[in-house]
């Protein structure tokens, strides 16, 4: 559903095409080895002549292990870089980032045992449910308010984990297509680790800022009652704002802008 995920198909079949000429030439070895130098039935058992090695061998060996790895290692790089961290989590301060410049920013909070979204962008309200727009560039900042989680949303190709007390941002760009997709937790993060499910969906454009302007109006009580939109939550008896934030610390900077 998303040019990361897209971008991850091609490397599968990618890593696929260069894996089968290698597992195919041992197969064959193998079975050459089995069929030409089996101790055939009635002859005496006895040593093979010693190997003192085989520089052809040897040589052309260490060059073809030595181009593929290598070139995995370039075209990897490259996947990593292009698609602004291939769906990965860079962090709170990525190095690869959108070339657009119009990013949406929703946040992922993980908590034992379930996911909460916040917009910041439409008053900081927060949902149960992951919903974004088609066709946008998307940055998800994940953290989480107790234990080490991780988002996955396998349909997006996004994955990040979710420390407490860390922003870590991943991209990833919403293709044309609509409709729902999964998010799991991917870090074992305590007894219901297995149920901490939930479904996301995209909307078109137009469907999402409809979604986003009503639910912001509809849940503003809500929000009135939440600690005030920060990068992360710490869950602290001391906190500035009911235990939620760190001492001193402002919590919303508005200003951050990706892709210029
Ligand atoms: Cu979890």
Known sequence: MTETA???????????????????F???????ALRVWRHPKGTPLSDGPP????????????????????????YGTVELILPAGAGG????????????????????????????????????????Q????NDTAIAFHVT??????????YQLGVKADAN???????????????????????????LWHGDMVTSGVVLTKTGFERWAASTE??????????PKFAWTYTPDANGADGGYYPDNKDPYSPSQVYGS
């Open 6 to 24: 897209h971008s991850q198909q091609v490397d599968f079949t990618v890593i696929t095409a260069t894996a089968i000429p290698v597992i195919l």
């Open 130 to 133: 992951l919903v974004i727009p």
């Open 26 to 32: 041992v197969w064959v070895y193998f079975g050459y």
């Open 164 to 190: 407490p007390g860390s922003d870590n941002v991943a991209f990833t760009t919403t293709r044309q297509a609509t409709g729902a997709f999964i998010v799991r937790c991917s870090e074992l993060c305590g």
């Open 217 to 226: 109006t509809g849940q503003a009580a809500a929000t009135a009652l939440l």
């Open 144 to 153: 989480s308010l107790d234990v080490i989680h991780s988002f996955w949303a």
């Open 51 to 74: 190997l003192r090695g085989n520089f052809r061998m040897q040589a052309s060996w260490i060059a073809a292990t030595t181009v593929i790895v290598l070139a995995a290692f370039v």
């Open 89 to 128: 989590g860079e962090g709170p301060a990525p190095i690869w980032t959108p070339a657009s410049h119009n990013v949406l920013i929703v946040q992922v909070i993980g908590q034992q045992w379930k996911w909460t979204y916040r917009y910041p962008s439409f008053g900081g309200f927060e949902t149960d």
